[in-house]
């Protein structure tokens, strides 16, 4: 496995006690321990982890690509497992949180789906939390990203916000009064498969029409590949920079070409935009939010894409003219924020693991033995709060 680090070297490899800490509990940031947390954010072919601080510093990062991009979950679960032990090595590791592509049940304990690695109600939370002897939060990967919005980002003393996440699809969350609202079955959020065309361009999920098929990473370079397939001469710009190869064709390049003033690519990104701003529209009629902040991959295009997505959500807001509109912001934490969000979030069980550690180094010390945990805080910061 090839890891690559900021900052520092590898460590030693290391074993480590098995060991659960029980079920976490749920507490306001606002009392959580100031200690230092790993946020692990797994994408489909790779893996980043990352300590963070109480005020969401990254202290350090590593990442790594699955072996030989495999998705299987004993892959995945062995490679977070070694970035979590590697980190742990030169820091005081308190709590893991971890940020998943796909649906998370309402317990955060299994990943009911992942479009991406072979996942199928998977008990993620109880199996990591078996080879790690801290608390392990497991949460969808869009929530983790809004948290950390919420906390450090656009979106700070918010008290309703939304997040859409544009990737190669539409992710999104749902934060209200420093609450992420999961749903019932903890797969709130979906917005990229509300239906916005009937019968439209068919989507992965098996429905026709949703909305990530006109506002997104995906639709973004479909719109394009398909203009330079026909061989338009509005494409000559973009099929000229590929060399006539349409498959090279991808959402950064569109980007870069806009900045450089390509008119096509200038009007793909509005139309994106467009799409964007009547989806948000929708969800403001529907969740009425003070704040929606756009990040994801796409977002990177700034105003080529958040200019259009504002003009179309006034021009489509019911009640328009009447009503205060939310603001429409783009993230500011980039592609860290659901690192950050899901170290944040982990923060909140970590108090349990501290005062079970405690009791344990002074049950051993009254026996007048040391304590055999591996992760516990060194330093004698077990003792304080």
Partial sequence: ?????????????????????????????????????????????????????????????????????????????DTITELVLDLSDRHDVHAVGIGAAGWVDADRSRVLFAPHLSWRNEPLRDRLAERLAVPVMVDNDANAAAWAEWRFGAGRDEDHLVMITLGTGIGGAILEDGQVKRGKYGVAGEFGHMQVVPAGHRCPCG????????????????????????????????????????????????????????????????DIGQWLGVGIANLAAALDPSCFVIGGGVSAADDLLISPARDAFRRTLTGRGYRPEARIVKAQLGPEAGMVGAADLARLVARRFRRATRRRVERYERAGSSSPLRLAPRGGQAGRE
């Fill in 207 to 270: 429905n026709r029409g949703c909305w990530e098929q006109y506002s997104s990473g995906n639709a973004l370079v479909r719109e394009a590949r398909e203009l330079a397939a026909a061989e338009s001469p509005v494409a000559y710009g973009i099929t000229d920079r590929v060399g006539g190869n349409i498959n090279e064709i991808t959402g950064p390049l569109i980007t870069e070409l806009a900045r450089d003033g390509d008119a096509m690519c200038i009007e793909l990104l509005q």
């Fill in 1 to 77: 496995m090839s890891i690559y680090r900021e900052r520092v070297h590898r460590g030693s490899a290391r074993a480590t006690v098995l060991r659960t800490v029980g079920t976490r509990e749920r507490r306001s940031h606002l009392s959580a321990p100031r200690v230092p947390t790993v946020g692990i954010d797994i994408g489909g072919t790779k893996v980043m982890a990352g300590v963070v601080d109480a005020d969401g510093n990254i202290l350090e990062k590593v990442r790594t690509e699955t072996p030989d991009k495999s998705k299987s979950p004993k892959v995945v679960e």
